[in-house]
């Protein structure tokens, strides 16, 4: 009997602190801002920036890389129009 009792009031204890536990209220919008707009403030100062030197360097890599891409596909186009052109009989005959 003394040992059922006793895991009885375990078991209420238990539910007690439970329930204390669900209750907890989470912060208000307000306070959720600020601490999220905080952690993004932290996260920024990880952030390793380029220098100059380097955004320039990779600036001019990506306007080559775009002119040699476009030299490809007008090429490509041009070579194609023409093949389509003797396909189809509409080329002019050399």
Same mark, same amino acid.
């Given at each position: !009997?003394?040992?059922?009792?006793?895991?009885?009031?375990?078991?209420?204890?238990?539910? /007690? $602190?439970?329930?204390?536990?669900?209750?907890?209220? /989470?912060? =208000?919008? +307000?306070?959720?801002?600020? /601490?999220?707009? #905080?952690?993004?403030? *932290?996260?920024?100062?990880?952030?390793?920036?380029?220098?100059?030197?380097?955004?320039? /360097? =990779? +600036?001019?890599?990506?306007?080559?890389?775009?002119?040699? !891409? *476009?030299? +490809?596909?007008? *090429?490509?186009? $041009?070579? #194609?129009?023409?093949?389509?052109?003797?396909? !189809?009989?509409? *080329?002019?005959?050399?």
């Amino acid at each position: !009997m003394a040992e059922e009792k006793k895991a009885d009031v375990k078991k209420a204890e238990a539910k /007690k $602190t439970a329930k204390k536990d669900v209750k907890k209220k /989470k912060p =208000n919008v +307000f306070q959720r801002l600020w /601490k999220y707009l #905080l952690a993004c403030k *932290g996260e920024l100062k990880k952030i390793t920036w380029p220098t100059v030197s380097q955004t320039t /360097k =990779n +600036f001019g890599i990506v306007i080559a890389v775009i002119v040699v !891409m *476009g030299l +490809f596909i007008f *090429g490509l186009d $041009t070579g #194609l129009y023409a093949l389509l052109g003797l396909v !189809m009989g509409t *080329g002019s005959a050399a």
